[in-house]
Every structure is written in C-alpha cells, then in structure tokens.
C-alpha cells in the first residue's frame, strides 16, 4: 500500500468524527507494571513528531510540517487527559528539548527513551538521555538489528550495560523474532524488550527475495505478525509492542484497526503494552486509539 498524498492518508485513517470515537467516562486506561512503574496500556510513540512515516518522503515533510513544537505538544496534553501516561520517543536533542518544555510547562507524561545511534558515541547519547530522568532507556531496533546480521549481536549487549549504569530501566529493541531468543537464552541483563510485529531488520536481499521484486526499504510483510507474536507470548520479559498497525497498513478503516489490535492482544501478555504513533492532522486519534486498546485488551472470557 502506497501513500503519499494528503487524499490517500484521509482514506487510509477512514472517516468519522471525533465525538464518535472518544472513550465514554465510564471507562479508563488500563495499566501496567514496568519495573516499580505503572505504565498505560497505550503508550504513545514518536515516529510521526519526529517525521518519520515508513511511508514516503512526502508523508514525512507532512509530519515535520505539521508537528510543530506546539503541535506536538499538544498531541501530548491530548494524549495524558485521555489517559495515556508515557511517552515513548528518541533520545536526541529535538525530543529531548520538546520534552523539557513540556515538562516546563506541566506536562506529567513519564518518558521511555530510545537511543539514537547516528550520535556515533553511545555511552555519550545514554548519559545525556539520563538527564532528562527516563523511567526507561531501550538499544534502537534498528542498532540491535544491524549488530545481528554483522553476526555483532554481542555488542548489544555491552551497549545495554551502560544503561544498566544509569539506575533506568534496560530495553532491547529488535525488529527480528530470533533476536528475543537469543537475548532470553543468554540470560542478559534486561528488563524488557521492544518488540516490532513486522520484521523490519531483514537485508534487502532477504526482503527483495521474500517479495519477489526489489525492495530498498520499508518491507512490511503480514504473515511477520504472528511469528514476532507468538515469541512475545513465550517470553518471560515485558513486551512493548510496536508497529501494530504496519504504519498506516492496516488502518485502511475502522474494522481493519480494531483486528489489527485484537490479533496483538491475542498473543500479548498481560503486563504488554503497545506504542501507538498518532498524526490527527485530518481527524482526532487519541480517543479512537484508547477506546480500541481499552476494548481489545479485556480479558477474553471462558466459555
């Protein structure tokens, strides 16, 4: 699925309005635990702030346009009355200074850092992540993934150690099911992982030979889903669960969101939460997005 312009976005999110969607009074965002914190069902995640769309380039000089530091926080203030109560963003200095003045300005949303490897230096980029007090700092999927296939994976390992040193908790972020194996099996050091529902760390000669046509970048592959799942659900580690909706992929309409979420919460764990990337530049987001990860993480019951 292709989109690149504002019509195709409109058609890709679908209609309704924002009265429509807004979870009713009676009913609150779950929680769960992460460490000694209490940490919403949803977390919000980054990609669209930081223009980062795995779309197109238009769509991510749409994104930058639109999430002005305003914008953005305003995103933010949305998401915390909704109930949502983290955010889940890089650790470079654009974030790390809309997060200042947030804060500055009231805002109370915990932060979950990830680290940005084109720092070059990362120790450096952990310790000046540090100062802005994450309740957790996780290795980049994208870092972690590049190590496994350079057969490097070890070096991962040695990163998370100086985050370990920070008193944060200690993420790995991975795009490939065996990378969770392989962490669980050495026993390392970690509190949870940051999992990816597509296998975005492939070579593109992996994904070129999987799609049968020449892929550079961005190959979201369906059947990936239930693969990365399935380890989650194995798992012993908290699982943040992210690229739910295949970057726009699978919100095509309302239905195709919701049996997005419910085939997540099929496998999730109790304690899993999801990270969600919201852009409500054409409609409301926020409240759509509680009400169907408060509806699709219920417990299922027995018959």
Not at 113 to 118: D, I, L, Y
Not at 171 to 177: D, E, F, N, Q, S
Request: hydrophobic content about 35%; proline content about 4%.
């Amino acid at each position: 699925m292709e989109i690149h312009t504002r019509r195709d976005i409109l058609l890709a999110v679908g209609a309704g309005s924002a009265a429509s969607v807004v979870s009713s009074a009676s009913e609150t965002m779950p929680s769960v635990r992460l460490g000694t914190h209490s940490v919403s069902r949803l977390i919000v995640g980054h990609n669209p702030i930081s223009g980062n769309s795995h779309v197109s380039r238009q769509l991510d000089e749409e994104m930058r346009d639109y999430f002005t530091t305003a914008n953005a926080k305003k995103l933010l203030a949305a998401c915390e009355r909704a109930g949502i109560n983290t955010w889940l963003a890089r650790g470079d200095r654009h974030i790390i200074r809309l997060l200042n003045e947030y804060r500055l300005e009231g805002g109370k949303l915990q932060w979950i850092a990830m680290t940005a490897p084109e720092y070059g230096d990362f120790r450096r980029n952990v310790q000046e992540i540090s100062t802005m007090r994450p309740l957790a700092i996780y290795h980049h999927g994208s870092h972690t993934d590049s190590y496994w296939n350079a057969g490097k994976i070890d070096q991962a390992y040695e990163n998370l150690k100086a985050v370990r040193q920070t008193g944060a908790l200690v993420g790995l972020g991975t795009h490939i099911p065996e990378v969770v194996d392989y962490a669980e099996t050495k026993g390392w050091d970690l509190d949870f992982f940051m999992t990816c529902v597509y296998n975005l760390g492939r070579t593109p000669e992996e994904a070129s030979k999987l799609a049968g046509h020449p892929v550079r970048n961005n190959f979201f592959w369906d059947p990936d889903r239930e693969k990365m799942l399935a380890k989650i659900s194995r798992t012993s580690k908290t699982c943040l669960i992210f690229k739910v909706y295949g970057a726009s992929r699978q919100c095509a309409t309302p239905a195709s969101r919701r049996a997005a979420l419910e085939l997540v919460f099929r496998y999730a764990k109790p304690g899993d939460p999801v990270v969600i990337g919201m852009f409500p530049k054409y409609q409301e987001q926020v409240g759509e997005n509680c009400r169907l990860v408060i509806e699709t993480s219920r417990p299922r019951q027995s018959v």
